[in-house]
């Protein structure tokens, strides 16, 4: 057996654990993964990035990898067939040229992706569209994640990234978790949390639930869900009150600070406990403890962004920062933990519908003008569309000459993932055009016109952003299978195809072209970054001396225009669908920590697969458990006014009697089948994390468990084998 050892980055978070992988190169498969000394990471690993790896050997668990473009060649009632990519790029090319023809090119729009593909991919996707379609209709998961984030912090500080590096929070000397349970999303980044506590730090854990984060909190804010910004404005307004705040600070480098004092006046404690659920003297002692160090660090995620007020959380979040003049040092700051390995740099490479590459804005004439000398055509100068309003735009469109027809999904399964997957399905039937780029079958590629499979990572070259902004080197491990392409190379392809020719040779020549675009990018050449390991954006100089920058906003020097944080703030309103007579109860959906998104790679990776199977679970209270008459492992319903699934009951006092909770990575429990579409107005985010629900019990156990069975060998039928748009075709 001849092996050799290869350091890349993992695929599963924004943690960017680096990984010591060794391969046999006569089998071409991998053997182990260990941890390697990355700066976020230290050497260690979660249990994903130790054996999450497998699917990469193909051991078909749930599905097979795709190996050959596939084609439905007699309209859309037929069957997938396996074709050429000479065909299958004519095919893609051909329809997207009628249809921009016919109905311009804003009745198109294509994804990015923050999975596998890694920078080099997304930055030829994105300009793909602006270039060869001629529209800014390009996204990416970031819409259904951190978008709110990015919104809110581009606003309140200029940048919407972590302002402070991954290393950094075990320095910190309170570590406000809000909405975030770093255990289940990162669990190296958790490490941090726990490392900071052994060293003195105080915890503060907000969360509607008692999460791992919650049992090693000092202080649980076992809030209300859907009461972020009762919270955090009632902590600002507490801090402005007792004069907790950095005078200096806020006269020097803030503006907006008076609206606030206005707008959270009336936000006493007592009056956000009847919002929250809390204790009011439980807020003052909130406040007190975050604003009296200069090493308070705000931790969030999904618990903030996912809601239709998450823009307004976010930026009542950096309001706390810059109130306490929490910024610009060394372990203090605002951390938005990226979920998925490179949803960070899907947005620095800008697949997102305003922003360039670099966050320079479509809108800026300065910055349109730049790219349109550097890729050789006019660009459009109007803001596109967000993926979430995919489905009002292809079945309620304003007027028909704004109607999506054409949708390519690059690394993504909106029949999973999204909110209201109904709707969903509806969109994709109407669709006139449905391209999915991806490496397995999923439940959206079984509504493709054509299939487009690519490498995976682990079978190609490229770079990720970390959570923390760390650009860091993804390296082939094996060889693909025969019959795929890069991802770069398949867009590239159909590019030249549609007459805007791409004639990339390799991942480096993609950096190179998009640094040179980007100027806190600049710095980051690929042979520095073999050099260092790991370069945090900003980075302005190619020279070896300027490593990055690990901590941002320095003495108070926001990223905005003049310089200056910006107090933003807005009253709170409740969730859009509440609770009623029908509907008793609430649904939010979390993450699960042995699977990734929507499982397609953990799923199938032996070790991981067996830590949870179909149909997965509902996180119910005892109390409610008994009042249902519903135990242990039973399978119920669960229902929402647009649809419902079976699970199995998961009795757990983590949980409130009037909340539940569930994963989104089933098939048949499938809790999209339930939760809402509306949309947080700025960001676009759904309300993942909150609408009305039932639970019911279901007496004929026998009759729920065939039915499981049936649905779940149905589903992995379709799937696996037959690629029969209606499902229930033949084996292969
Ligand atoms: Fe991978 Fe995240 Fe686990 Fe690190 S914490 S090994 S990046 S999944």
Redesign the pocket.
């Known amino acids: 057996m001849t092996t050799k050892q290869i350091v890349s980055t993992?695929?599963?978070?924004?943690?960017?654990?680096q990984?010591l992988f060794t391969v046999d190169t006569e089998a071409n498969r991998i053997l182990e993964a260990t941890g390697s000394e990355g700066h976020?990471?230290d050497g260690t690993?979660?249990?994903?990035?130790?054996y999450?790896w497998d699917f990469l050997n193909d051991p078909q668990i749930l599905t097979k990898r795709l190996t050959s473009p596939l084609l439905r060649k007699n309209g859309r009632q037929s069957d997938l067939t396996p074709v050429s990519w000479d065909e299958a790029v004519n095919f893609v090319s051909q329809r997207l040229t009628d249809i921009k023809k016919t109905h311009g090119p804003d009745s198109i729009l294509c994804t990015g992706s923050a999975r596998g593909p890694g920078n080099e991919a997304n930055y030829v996707m994105q300009k793909f569209v602006r270039a060869c379609l001629g529209t800014n209709n390009v996204d990416h998961c970031a819409r259904i994640c951190h978008a709110a984030s990015v919104a809110g912090l581009l606003v309140s500080l200029g940048s919407g990234a972590m302002s402070l590096s991954v290393p950094e929070i075990e320095e910190a000397e309170v570590i406000f978790n809000i909405g975030y349970n770093g255990p289940d999303s990162?669990?190296?980044?958790a490490r941090r949390i726990v490392r900071a506590r052994q060293k003195g730090a105080y915890i503060i854990c907000a969360d509607p639930r008692r999460t791992e984060t919650a049992r090693i909190a000092h202080k649980h804010l076992q809030l209300k869900g859907g009461s972020n910004l009762a919270l955090a404005n009632s902590l600002a307004h507490v801090i402005i009150a007792e004069n907790l705040g950095d005078q200096a600070f806020i006269k020097d480098h803030t503006k907006g600070f008076d609206e606030l004092k206005k707008l959270v006046q009336k936000y006493t404690p007592e009056y956000a406990a009847r919002i929250t659920g809390l204790n009011p003297d439980e807020i003052r002692a909130t406040a007190r403890i975050y604003a009296a160090s200069k090493h308070s660090v705000i931790l969030w995620g999904m618990g903030v962004c996912q809601f239709s007020q998450g823009v307004e959380v976010v930026k009542a979040l950096a309001n706390l920062g810059l109130l306490t003049g929490n910024f610009g040092r060394r372990a203090t700051g605002v951390g938005p933990v990226r979920g998925q390995?490179n949803v960070q740099g899907a947005c620095d490479m800008g697949a997102l519908p305003n922003y360039y590459p670099g966050y320079q804005s479509v809108t800026d004439p300065a910055a349109r003008a730049k790219f349109e000398a550097a890729w050789g055509v006019p660009l459009p100068d109007k803001v596109g569309l967000t993926l979430t309003r995919v489905p009002e735009f292809v079945l309620h469109p304003p007027d028909k000459s704004k109607q999506i027809r054409a949708y390519w999904i690059f690394g993504e399964d909106p029949a999973q993932s999204d909110a209201y997957l109904a709707e969903m399905r509806e969109t994709l039937e109407k669709l006139e055009l449905v391209i999915v780029q991806d490496i397995y079958m999923n439940k959206t590629a079984q509504y493709a016109d054509v299939i487009l499979p690519s490498t995976s990572w682990g079978e190609h070259d490229g770079v990720y952003s970390a959570c923390d902004r760390a650009f860091q080197r993804i390296r082939k491990l094996i060889e693909p299978p025969a019959g795929v392409l890069t991802d770069w190379e398949i867009i590239s392809r159909v590019s030249t195809a549609m007459g805007y020719p791409m004639k990339y040779r390799n991942t480096e020549e993609i950096w190179n072209e998009l640094i040179n675009l980007c100027p806190s990018f600049k710095g980051a050449t690929y042979e520095k970054l073999e050099k260092l390991g790991h370069i945090q954006w900003p980075c302005r100089s190619a020279d070896l001396s300027d490593v990055g920058t690990p901590f941002l906003h320095r003495d108070g020097n926001f990223a905005t225009k003049d310089g200056k944080g910006v107090f933003s703030c807005a009253e709170w309103q409740p969730p859009v669908e509440v609770e009623n007579a029908e509907y008793p109860l609430t649904l939010s959906t979390v993450r699960e920590v042995g699977h990734?998104s929507v499982r397609t790679m953990t799923g199938n990776c032996r070790t991981l697969r067996n830590l949870e199977d179909e149909p997965g679970w509902v996180q119910m209270n005892p109390k409610l458990c008994n009042q249902l008459g519903v135990y242990h492992g039973q399978l119920v319903k669960i229902s929402s006014k647009r649809g419902w699934c079976i699970t199995r009951c998961l009795p757990t006092d983590r949980v409130k009697p009037d909340a539940v909770y569930m994963t989104y990575q089933w098939w048949i429990g499938a809790c999209n089948e339930l939760t809402i579409g509306s949309l947080d107005p700025i960001s676009n985010t759904p309300e993942y994390k909150y609408c009305a629900c039932r639970v019911e019990k279901i007496d004929n156990q026998a009759w729920a468990e065939k039915y499981v069975q049936n649905e779940y060998q149905t589903i992995r039928r379709n799937m696996a084998v037959t690629f029969d748009r209606k499902g229930g075709g033949k084996a292969a």
């Not at 993992?10 to 654990?17: L, M, R």
């Not at 690993?45 to 130790?50: E, N, P, T, V």
């Not at 990162?186 to 980044?189: K, N, W, Y």
Request: aromatic share 8%; hydrophobic share 30%.
């Open positions: 993992c695929v599963y978070c924004g943690a960017g654990c990984i976020s990471n690993l979660c249990l994903k990035g130790r999450g990162h669990p190296i980044v390995n990734y």
